[in-house]
């Protein structure tokens, strides 16, 4: 499927970045956005979604297990972007919750007090959240018509296809004042011999900046309340591993080198943003 628009600022004029596992990556010219340009069509998209296998040269699986050690680093965002305020939060909606790792943060974090529910398109997370206890299925955004005080989207936008038309749908789930935690990647200012690789194209769609994920917001009638950047691993020893392993493989670029720089780049984004009144 040919993609030639930027969703973000409608410009045709963009310029080759990179190519993976068969896929095009290629850059907006007018706000810097990066996005696969022969992407797979829609129902191929929705149906990889849901089984957790992107096509390609090399097909990804991409379901992973439940990691209890996100929790502990979800609980930490909470932290840090509420300050132990969650005002009049009640209900929350994680959409795309994977193991349910977050939902397990948000009841942790409030005692109890916020009922949080998942939906999930990955059959094999679904089953693995609801193994844990948690209200996790899988409900068309659009048809939906509960609201909710929150909703997040962790981990999920990169893997959209069409990221504006889909933030508009959940503002519609929002209650008044109701508010956003979106995570992202802030990676497209990055040159291509510094950003992290593999991309996993095309389980990942696109790659934006603060810049271009905060202006989508505002223009959707959003005020953006804080945004907050981490690096992208953490120093333990299985990130080490793992970065290692890239600075030595082909075609991927490793983090590995800024360990002993003592300042890892900050490229995971959270941003939280709630509805005008």
């Not at 959003?222 to 953490?234: E, G, M, R």
């Amino acid at each position: 499927m040919k993609i030639s628009k930027c969703y973000s600022c409608s410009s045709e004029q963009h310029n080759f970045y990179a190519e993976e596992n068969g896929y095009s990556l290629v850059k907006c010219d007018v706000c810097g956005l990066l996005f696969v340009e022969n992407r797979p069509d829609d129902n191929e998209i929705v149906e990889a979604i849901k089984q957790g296998k992107h096509p390609g040269v090399k097909e990804l699986d991409v379901t992973g297990r439940y990691n209890p050690l996100k929790i502990s680093n979800y609980i930490k965002v909470l932290e840090e972007l509420y300050n132990k305020d969650l005002g009049g939060i009640k209900t929350w909606l994680d959409i795309g919750c994977g193991h349910g790792e977050f939902i397990m943060a948000i009841q942790k974090y409030s005692h109890g007090r916020i009922s949080a529910r998942g939906s999930e398109p990955n059959v094999h997370k679904q089953e693995s959240a609801r193994e844990r206890g948690l209200d996790v299925g899988f409900f068309d955004i659009e048809s939906h018509e509960e609201k909710y005080d929150a909703i997040s989207l962790l981990n999920v936008y990169s893997h959209l296809p069409d990221p504006p038309m889909f933030l508009e749908l959940l503002k519609k789930l929002l209650k008044p004042g109701g508010e956003l935690i979106l995570q992202t990647g802030d990676a497209a200012d990055l040159s291509v011999k510094d950003i992290p690789k593999p991309f996993l194209l095309p389980g990942h769609l696109s790659f934006a900046s603060e810049k271009i994920v905060t202006g989508i917001l505002e223009r959707l009638g959003f005020d953006i309340i804080k945004v907050n950047k981490y690096p992208l691993l953490d120093k333990n020893f299985k990130s080490f591993a793992v970065e290692l392993a890239k600075a030595i493989l082909p075609n991927h670029v490793s983090l590995f080198k800024y360990y002993f720089k003592g300042k890892m780049p900050q490229i995971d984004m959270y941003i939280r943003a709630r509805i005008k009144s």
